[in-house]
Structure formats: structure tokens, C-alpha cells
């Protein structure tokens, strides 16, 4: 019975010091060889960035959609408000940015809380 040959896998970070080289002698017809690429922690770091900064230039357009349905609707439930706002944005928008969002407008007093309902919301003209 032929063994398999053993999966070496890499650590998920790089040094400068570290040294690949390639096996030649490896050379199975039936298995294939796949390399993935390892992102620099840097680049990770530089994207989390720009992500976070592009939303907060988007927070304005994220706030403009809550009070739009709202301002319609006059009382929303949570999970109606959140699905209008993520259909009614052009981008991608994640559901805990736009709860923090819903915060922020009921602290500016845009909004209020149901007193009777904890997951509905009254829109204050």
C-alpha cells in the first residue's frame, strides 16, 4: 500500500528570514500541488482601515435611508428597519453598523424607542 504523501502547511505568517524551495524530485501524476498566498499582516491591518473609514464617509447615506423609511412608516420593528436600510443602500452594509447607526439617531432624538415594545421604533417629526 503507497502512502500519501504528508501535508506540510504553513504558518500563517511569513518572516524575512524564512526560505521556500521547490521539490523537483515530487512528481505524482495524481495530486496536485496548490500554493496559497499568505497576506502580510500589514496589508490586513491597512484594509480594516480603509473599510472602517469608508464607512464612516457612508454613515451619512446610512442615516439618510433609517429616517427615509421611517419618516414613511412613522413605526417600525427592528428587523423591518434593518432589511429596508440593507436593500435600500447601494453598498454593502453590515447589520451591527446599522444598529449603531439607529442608536445614534435616538440619541439625537430623531427616533425613540417603543415604551412598549423594546424592538420597535417611533419616528419623532
Excluded: W
Excluded at 414613511?72 to 449603531?100: M, N, Q
Amino acid at each position: 500500500m503507497r502512502s500519501l504523501p504528508r501535508v506540510i502547511r504553513p504558518p500563517r505568517s511569513v518572516g524575512d528570514d524564512d526560505v521556500f524551495e521547490l521539490n523537483r524530485s515530487y512528481s505524482h501524476k495524481l495530486y496536485r500541488v496548490s500554493v496559497q498566498q499568505i497576506s502580510p499582516q500589514e496589508e490586513q491591518d491597512e484594509e480594516r482601515g480603509v473599510e472602517k473609514r469608508l464607512f464612516e464617509d457612508r454613515q451619512h447615506e446610512v442615516d439618510a435611508a433609517i429616517v427615509r423609511i421611517m419618516k414613511g412608516k412613522k413605526v417600525c420593528g427592528h428587523s423591518e428597519l434593518l432589511a429596508g436600510v440593507l436593500a435600500g443602500v447601494p453598498f454593502v452594509a453590515a447589520p451591527g453598523d446599522v444598529k449603531v447607526r439607529i442608536e445614534s439617531l435616538i440619541e439625537r432624538e430623531y427616533l425613540e424607542r417603543d415604551p412598549n415594545t423594546a424592538s420597535t421604533y417611533n419616528y419623532l417629526a
